[in-house]
């Protein structure tokens, strides 16, 4: 009995210790070379957990923002038939240019959320057991962190702003050109231009620093 319950310890901790020796020295650029010398199943599970978390809320911040400018744009359509005609061109815009508003969170997301879902499906469906799966996961996973980073830095960046002025100035011009509304399109590209800041400052950031924190090799909670 106390041979087996020996053997049995001992078995846990060589399984334990085997664990713990999933080297991985490949890491992306950028990244501190002790990371290298962190288990890569520990960096696994990490990057897992972080994507896995940062996916709900920019889920919840792309389709909570799709469907308000949608919402608003149907209004402003609906509206038009009821304003005198000289002003419908700018109800009509208006809702146009909300349509194109959406487009962005309809066909381009945020990468975190399918980068998660990816990740977390490949983990349960087939966990990797030797080193070399481990390794490879790894660099997958590794490679979804950083795009998903360099994908909220693009989205929420300098050239985020300079392109919401750039296509609420085109409102303004388009109405103010074409149809000599600038007040109405004035109206409309001040407005377009308010909640495209706001949709930019409330972008989710969290896997910016994430990727920060592990390019220092910080893992922890």
């Known amino acids: 009995m106390g041979l087996a319950l020996f053997l049995a310890v001992a078995s846990g901790a060589s399984a334990r210790q085997a664990r713990a020796e ?3 020295p490949a890491v992306p650029a950028g990244v501190q ?3 290298a010398l962190i288990d890569g199943r520990t960096r696994l599970e990490w990057i897992d957990r972080r994507l896995s978390s940062a996916a709900p809320g920019s889920s919840t911040w792309n389709w909570g923002w799709a469907i308000g400018i949608g919402a608003a744009g149907v209004g402003t359509l609906i509206a038009a038939p009821f304003v ?3 002003s419908r061109v700018d109800y009509y815009t208006g809702a146009g240019a909300a349509a194109l508003g959406v487009l962005p969170f309809i066909l381009a997301p945020p990468q975190v959320i399918g980068a998660a879902h990816d990740l977390h499906a490949k983990l349960l469906g087939k966990p990797p057991v030797t080193d070399d799966e481990v390794c490879d996961l790894l660099a997958d996973a590794e490679n979804k962190l950083v795009s ?3 994908n ?3 989205m929420t960046g300098w050239y ?3 392109g919401n002025l ?3 100035t085109g409102i303004v011009l388009f109405e103010g050109l074409l149809f000599h509304r600038w007040k109405g399109g004035l109206i409309n590209g001040v407005a377009g231009f308010a909640v495209g800041e706001a949709v930019i400052f409330t972008q989710p950031r969290q896997i ?3 990727r920060e924190a592990y390019d220092r090799g910080d893992l922890g909670p």
């Open 152 to 154: 909220t830095q693009l």
């Open 160 to 162: 985020a702003h300079l």
């Open 148 to 150: 998903s980073a360099r």
């Open 84 to 86: 005198s005609p000289d």
């Open 166 to 168: 750039a296509f609420n």
């Open 33 to 35: 070379p002790q990371v």
């Open 208 to 210: 910016i620093r994430d």
């Open 22 to 24: 999933a080297r991985c």
